[in-house]
């Protein structure tokens, strides 16, 4: 198994500089293997990882889990041989925070990896412009924001995973179905995904009937200390509070020091948090939540598929734990990145794809018309395409394609998530699939 960052405190991890950081996730991404901590650190991590005689990806994460999933993905590929006849190198990396993503992604770019994964809007988007000079194509699978279906990208971007303009109006049915008619809603200042959300949902939330009284700007990064931003909030007298702090552990540190206010509504939560264990492990006390917590998100497989069962079942077998949510699609960009590789490879004859070739050969290996194929087939999948067969992926997220903006459409599945205060864990039964069409 590979480094479990959350092995080391968060204290002395936070207080780690950049290059020894890197240092510690050299395990994870596969270039330093057989390495011991005698051995000196290299003077570029991330340029170190790379290995010259295999097909190099790499992906700047934001937690554990969603690092995991690649580097499930990347060993079940090179056990079926790997891509045009290489192996794939995952370099796997989790950020800490947007400056952190943004240094490690441009090395990454810098050191000529042709395609990247890359989790967040507001950290595709800072890593955009270098992409777009290098011609590099970034796929994502936690990122919500609108303005990456707008913003000039080359057709370099590409989702796996729902945008907030199809995501957030589920969220507000979640609050009005629960009676909630008055909406506070809080989210960080300067996020795209929190502006996205906050742009969204108060006219979804006002066509049903209900009312966004106000909304609160938290600085981002600041995770402690809400108290006067929670007086706005209070203040307002709502019967729902949308908590969009991205950051699941600061949002939950929201809640924590709301408790004095003995709020009897309902917190709603989006993606960012619902579903996510890592805010339930946040919070000081959930029995004291008295009004309970609940949400809605598009980022776990759809259950009764053949494929999510397949990646559950291996992601159980390596990592003795069920995947979280983000992980099934993160696990799926891998998986299309060697299928479009090895279509690039195909269609140029080049064993090196360059990274717009890989681009374009993205939505032939994931749309139809082709074989459909799912990962656990994966080696098949390869042969497939070695042949010059069309394929269409249907992965362990669901079965989409991508529409001209990178964005998906197709059944999409929608987890409706309810907190289990006693548990201490995130009730996920209930899941519906919305039709998002072209």
């Known amino acids: 198994m590979p480094f479990n960052t959350n092995t080391a405190s968060s204290a002395r991890r936070r207080a780690l500089p950049l290059l020894a950081a890197l240092a510690l996730l050299v395990a994870c991404g596969g270039g330093g293997g057989g390495k011991?901590?005698?051995?000196?650190?290299?003077?570029?991590?991330?340029?170190?990882?790379?290995?010259?005689?295999?097909?190099?990806?790499?992906?700047?994460?934001?937690?554990?889990?969603?690092?995991?999933?690649?580097?499930?993905?990347?060993?079940?590929?090179?056990?079926?041989?790997?891509?045009?006849?290489?192996?794939?190198?995952?370099?796997?990396?989790?950020?800490?925070?947007?400056?952190?993503?943004?240094?490690?992604?441009?090395?990454?770019?810098?050191?000529?990896?042709?395609?990247?994964?890359?989790?967040?809007?507001?950290?595709?988007?800072?890593?955009?412009?270098?992409?777009?000079?290098?011609?590099?194509?970034?796929?994502?699978?936690?990122?919500?924001?609108?303005?990456?279906?707008?913003?000039?990208?080359?057709?370099?971007?590409?989702?796996?995973?729902?945008?907030?303009?199809?995501?957030?109006?589920?969220?507000?049915?979640?609050?009005?179905?629960?009676?909630?008619?008055?909406?506070?809603?809080?989210?960080?200042?300067?996020?795209?995904?929190?502006?996205?959300?906050?742009s969204l949902f108060t006219p979804a939330f006002q066509a049903l009937g209900g009312q966004v009284v106000r909304t609160v700007a938290i600085p981002f990064g600041l995770k402690s200390g809400f108290d006067s931003y929670l007086k706005q909030v209070f203040e307002a007298k709502p019967d729902v509070i949308l908590n969009g702090i991205l950051a699941a552990d600061i949002a939950a540190n929201v809640l924590n020091e709301a408790l004095p206010y003995n709020y009897p509504d309902l917190w709603l939560l989006p993606g960012t948090a619902a579903g996510n264990q890592t805010f339930v492990d946040n919070l000081a006390n959930p029995n004291s939540i008295i009004g309970g917590a609940s949400g809605s998100a598009a980022t776990i497989g759809v259950y009764g598929s053949a494929s999510y069962r397949a990646f559950r079942s291996a992601y159980i077998a390596q990592y003795g734990g069920e995947p979280q949510d983000f992980t099934a699609p993160t696990y799926d960009i891998v998986m299309v990145m060697a299928l479009a590789i090895e279509r690039a490879g195909f269609s140029s004859g080049s064993r090196n794809p360059s990274g717009l070739q890989i681009r374009d050969a993205l939505r032939l290996v994931m749309n139809g018309p082709g074989d459909k194929v799912g990962p656990q087939e994966i080696g098949a999948a390869l042969a497939a395409v070695k042949q010059g067969r069309d394929i269409d992926y249907s992965g362990a997220y669901a079965d989409i394609d991508w529409d001209a903006r990178g964005d998906v459409v197709g059944l999409v599945p929608f987890t409706v998530f309810q907190l289990d205060r006693a548990a201490r864990r995130w009730d996920a039964s209930q899941q519906i699939l919305i039709a998002l069409p072209r």
Not at 133 to 138: Q, T
């Open 36 to 198: 011991d901590a005698s051995t000196p650190l290299p003077a570029n991590p991330i340029q170190a990882m790379l290995d010259p005689n295999a097909i190099n990806i790499g992906s700047v994460g934001w937690r554990t889990s969603t690092r995991d999933a690649v580097l499930l993905a990347a060993r079940q590929i090179n056990e079926a041989g790997g891509v045009l006849g290489k192996r794939l190198n995952a370099i796997a990396l989790v950020a800490r925070d947007n400056d952190e993503a943004q240094a490690m992604g441009q090395q990454l770019l810098d050191a000529g990896v042709q395609i990247l994964n890359v989790s967040t809007s507001t950290r595709v988007l800072s890593l955009l412009p270098l992409a777009r000079a290098k011609g590099v194509p970034i796929l994502t699978e936690s990122s919500s924001s609108p303005t990456l279906s707008t913003v000039a990208d080359d057709d370099l971007m590409y989702r796996i995973g729902v945008s907030d303009v199809d995501a957030t109006p589920v969220l507000a049915k979640v609050a009005f179905d629960a009676g909630k008619r008055r909406a506070v809603v809080v989210v960080n200042e300067g996020d795209a995904f929190g502006a996205g959300l906050n």
